[in-house]
């Protein structure tokens, strides 16, 4: 197999691109679909600071890596949720990355700021910890973005990532979500803008990225992902993949030419949470303040079934 490119030795096949790819090559293809994202949305300049929310994983740390790579400001951001040594695990690959590196990596650990891991909010609050651990992640990540004066947030999500959302924003024809669902969301107030630089670029693409550049990540899934909602709509997209090329990015694609077709939802009048100053929409504190008042009230609770307490 020949590079589509020079001719050498081909390391990977892109059957929805109709390329077959050097490592060079490849390098230099998701480097260019990173900065034509990050251009043609207007993500974010050269001047600006971005944090990367890293998780450990093979995208995320590819984006700090290209980001970086591509000279913009670019620091990072790990949230410790304390999932069991899954988290531990996914901290330690992204402190090492930060470290070989000389790069800037903020760590914050939901039990500090909660009161709870997301395994004892799981139990307490008796919701879905997927659920649960969106809603904390989107909070802690802003917050951090806001308080450390970043002009936007980036996450990895890639290709595979942004159609399985897309495929389930579709099947509830969800209006208000389809018309969220964008590779970039402007900032208001204290939200920060929100990017997605990956967006057209496969799982595939972004695990040869890593193998080609040393990049080491955790190849584990987070424990609680196994029979969510999404790993199945990403298993059906892959069995169309297989059978017709390019139906995930052309998926993508011509949603997104059609998009401004949905009718955004009512703009929700936001407030100030009167308990740690966050923007939201709900009536009195943001719900993640909630969730920790909810978590002090159980361990009040715990205290007293125990006896112990004043
Ligand atoms: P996921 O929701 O797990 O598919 O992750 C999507 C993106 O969210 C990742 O590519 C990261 O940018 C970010 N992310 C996920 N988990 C964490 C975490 N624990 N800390 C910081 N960022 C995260
Ligand atoms: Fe949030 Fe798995 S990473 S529940
Ligand atoms: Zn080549
Ligand atoms: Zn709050």
Request: charged letters at 25%.
């Amino acid at each position: 197999m020949r590079c589509s490119v020079c001719g050498r030795e081909a390391v990977i096949r892109l059957r929805h691109a109709g390329l077959r790819l050097c490592p060079e090559h490849l390098v230099a293809r998701v480097e260019k679909e990173v900065e034509g994202a990050i251009r043609r949305f207007r993500m974010f300049s050269h001047e600006e600071r971005v944090l990367v929310a890293v998780s450990g994983g093979k995208d995320s740390l590819a984006l700090w890596h290209i980001l970086t790579k591509l000279g913009y400001q670019a620091d990072g951001l790990y949230i410790d949720l304390g999932i069991g040594g899954y988290s531990e695990r996914s901290r330690e690959v992204s402190q090492a990355f930060a470290e070989e590196r000389g790069l800037t990596l903020h760590v914050v650990s939901l039990a500090g700021q909660l009161g709870a891991t997301l395994d004892e909010l799981t139990r307490i609050a008796r919701g879905k910890p997927c659920s649960l651990c969106g809603t904390v992640k989107r909070y802690l990540m802003n917050r951090a973005a806001w308080e450390g004066g970043y002009q936007a947030l980036a996450t990895g999500h890639n290709l595979d990532d942004e159609a399985a959302t897309l495929l389930g924003n579709v099947l509830r024809w969800d209006e208000g979500y389809l018309a969220r669902q964008y590779p970039v969301l402007p900032e208001e107030g204290k939200l920060v803008r929100k990017v997605k630089p990956l967006v057209f670029l496969s799982e595939r693409e972004m695990a040869a990225y890593c193998l080609i550049n040393g990049i080491h990540y955790l190849h584990e899934d987070c424990p609680h992902a196994q029979g969510a909602r999404s790993i199945v709509l990403k298993g059906v997209l892959n069995q169309l993949e297989d059978r017709y090329p390019s139906t995930k990015i052309s998926f993508l694609r011509q949603f997104l030419k059609v998009r401004d077709r949905f009718q955004p939802p009512e703009p929700v009048l936001l407030h100030e949470c009167p308990s740690c100053g966050m923007p939201t929409a709900a009536e009195g504190a943001c719900r993640f303040c909630r969730l920790k008042e909810r978590v002090a009230r159980h361990a009040l609770r715990v205290t007293d079934d125990h006896g112990t307490s004043a």
